[in-house]
């Protein structure tokens, strides 16, 4: 069995660069099954210190994730930063799976020449060696790229650390009024960029499959109307404006249509709205709350969330462009409480918020097995999204009573908390692969 | 919840009907106790009461004078004590047709948003349905939730979470 480690390790990434850390990242449970590894800093070849630590970057990454275990800098037995300065027989002393050594040289043109090899202490081989060429600005993605290609490598798993987080932060000045900010940053934090402000409440950002867009509810004209907002060029338009509630949108998985709930014709309906024609397709007829639409990865159903049997249940229904094609069948029977449905990007979970003894979980299940596991256990756990690989779940939790965001891993072994310095931080969306081209 | 929303509906209807010209009907067991209660404490007049005048917004001592509804958890039953202060507002909506109220349904922090969103709604339109029961025309109400998304009471408590599950009487300029 698998021992948490309840030490919490508070990472050095957020000292490298502090300016721009707006999110803090801390591993609240680790896990000790996690395969060691070395980072070695890389070599410098340059004027002044370096202008990112690679090597810190990539060791956060990789300690996020839950699989790995990078050795603390201070334990290196040697800094070779080429696979040709390597004595395996010292590594292989430190009980180290692998090591990852580099080097990151200030080029005339002002851009910079990173190269790294990752290598395997046992075998004593190159398991992967990449050469990147970086402009300043894009030198901690550059890292996350490296963080991607060894997470590939020894997991056989894409990495997902090279992908972004959108949130939503709200603020209160001395006059108690209130900001409320879409927020989008990298997986670890950094970066953060302001997408859209408002003083008036903003709830359910959701992603397009290209990455570059982002679906939302704003109440800046005084009721819940949705956007489609461009995070690059930052326009933004209405889409939908019926009367009584328009929520919950979300593109569908090829990005042609949105899913969400309207309450124009009584009481709230999922609908299916075509982007290119405009057109709205009706999904549920139940004089129920039917709300939270999540499309499953092949585009041919939908899981929302339905009261229709007393409680708040999640329900899948077949649908094509015309609406349901077939009834809805209850999925969730786990207690009286389950809402919120998040599917993971292969279809084979579903991650929820499940109530406990008056607690609000993130609790996901097996479709295929039916396994049903609780993977946290705050009080108010809300707004679960699977990162682009399905292998961690983020989640709105609080702290003190403060908005935080936090990742667990969809096994429940390894679990992380993104603080913002001030203000609530909420409803968190990871984006997809796409996202940065 | 279906079972409840069949109620408010009876209870809707009861006291519309009562609202035109029958004596509030008495239910057996404890809320029977309580409206009897309420009747010896002279509250149980509005329902009989004549027409509200708009003054009556800017009147203290007014029953229009609260402006707000409270449920419980995840529920839009409405209490005895709230039905009188809705059928104050009907009174004053139903007499006054050119006067219009926005019904704000609010839920508290409990439970994901976009349910509660839906959930604020519900009881709104809760408070929606007894008001045309007894009169208030269609063109007056308008119906908007935010859902959990603007609390009165910041805390995380019981007495928190009560508060904040609401429904609130907007009149434009009062």
Redesign the interface.
């Known amino acids: 069995m698998l021992k948490k480690i309840l030490a919490i390790v508070t990472l050095s990434l957020a000292l490298v660069s502090p300016s721009h850390a707006v999110l803090t990242i801390e591993i609240t449970q680790g896990v000790s099954g996690a395969s060691p590894i070395a980072i070695v800093p890389f070599a410098w070849v340059g004027n002044g210190a370096p202008p990112q630590h690679m090597h810190a970057i990539v060791a956060a990454d990789l300690q996020r994730s839950g699989f790995f275990q990078p050795l603390p800098e201070q334990d290196l037995v040697a800094r070779p930063h080429d696979a040709k300065q390597v004595n395996y027989t010292n590594w292989r002393a430190l009980n180290v799976d692998h090591l990852v050594v580099g080097r990151m040289q200030a080029m005339p043109d002002d851009t910079y020449q990173i190269q790294f090899q990752l290598l395997d202490v046992y075998k004593q081989t190159q398991l992967a060696g990449y050469s990147f060429r970086s402009r300043k600005a894009d030198l901690r993605r550059t890292a996350h790229q490296i963080s991607d290609i060894i997470y590939k490598t020894i997991t056989g798993q894409p990495g997902a650390f090279d992908t972004r987080i959108a949130y939503v932060t709200v603020t209160q000045n001395a006059k108690k009024e209130k900001s409320y900010r879409l927020a989008v940053a990298d997986s670890d934090g950094h970066n953060e960029q302001i997408v859209y402000e408002s003083k008036h ?1 903003l ?2 950002p959701s992603w397009a499959p290209d990455g570059q867009r982002l679906v939302y509810v704003s ?1 800046s004209r ?3 109307e949705i956007y489609i907002q461009n995070i690059v060029t930052r326009q933004f338009e209405r889409i939908v404006a019926f009367q ?2 328009n ?2 949108p979300v593109f569908s998985p090829d990005g042609s249509k949105l899913a969400l ?1 309207l ?1 124009k014709d009584g ?2 309906e999922i609908y299916i709205l075509d982007l290119a024609t405009k057109k709205l397709s009706r999904v549920t007829r139940h ?3 039917d ?2 639409p999540a499309w499953m990865p092949d585009g041919n159903a939908i899981v929302f ?1 339905s ?1 229709r049997g ?3 249940q999640l329900y899948r229904v077949a649908v094509n462009a015309q609406g349901a094609t077939g009834r809805a069948k209850r999925l969730t029977f786990e207690g009286g ?1 389950n ?2 449905g998040a599917v993971s990007p292969d279809g084979r979970y579903l991650a929820m ?1 499940h ?1 406990e003894k008056g607690r ?1 979980r993130i609790a996901v299940q097996d479709l295929k097995a039916g396994h049903f596991r609780i993977l946290t256990d705050a009080r ?1 756990d ?2 679960p999204s699977f990162s682009p690989n399905g292998s961690m779940i983020i989640y709105a939790t609080e702290d003190n ?1 403060r908005g935080v965001l936090a990742a667990v891993s969809v096994d429940g072994r390894s679990q992380q908390r993104l603080s913002l310095r001030t203000g609530d931080v909420r ?1 968190p969306a990871w984006s997809p692969f796409k996202s940065r081209q | ?2 079972k409840s ?1 069949i109620t408010i509906l009876l209870a809707g209807l009861v006291i519309g009907l009562s609202g035109c010209q029958f004596k509030p009907v008495k239910e057996p067991g404890e809320e029977g106790e309580q409206a009897t209660q309420a009747e010896q404490e002279g509250r149980y007049g509005v329902v009989e009461g004549g027409p509200l005048d708009i003054t009556a917004l800017d009147d203290p001592n007014s029953p229009v004078a609260k402006r707000v509804v409270y449920f419980p958890l ?1 529920s839009v039953e409405i209490s005895m004590e709230d039905r009188d202060t809705i059928n104050a507002h009907a009174r004053l909506l139903s007499s006054n047709p050119d006067v219009a109220v926005v019904l704000e349904g609010h839920a508290d ?7 509660n ?3 604020g ?2 009881r709104a ?1 809760a408070v929606e349905q007894l008001l045309v029961l007894q009169g208030v025309g269609q063109n007056q109400i308008q ?5 959990e ?2 609390p009165v009471a910041l805390g ?1 408590d019981e007495e928190a979470w009560r508060l904040n599950r609401r429904v609130e009487f907007l009149y434009s300029g009062y």
């Open positions: 409440p709830m359910s109440f005084g009721r819940p009584g509630i929520s919950a709930t309450s009481n709230p004089y129920a709350i709300t939270e969330t009261d007393g409680s708040p409480y809402a919120r918020v109530r609000y108010l809300e707004s009573y409803e | 919840m279906r929303l995840d922090e409990r439970g994901t948003r976009e349910y969103l839906a959930l709604e519900r339109k119906v908007i939730s935010f859902g998304e603007r995380h």
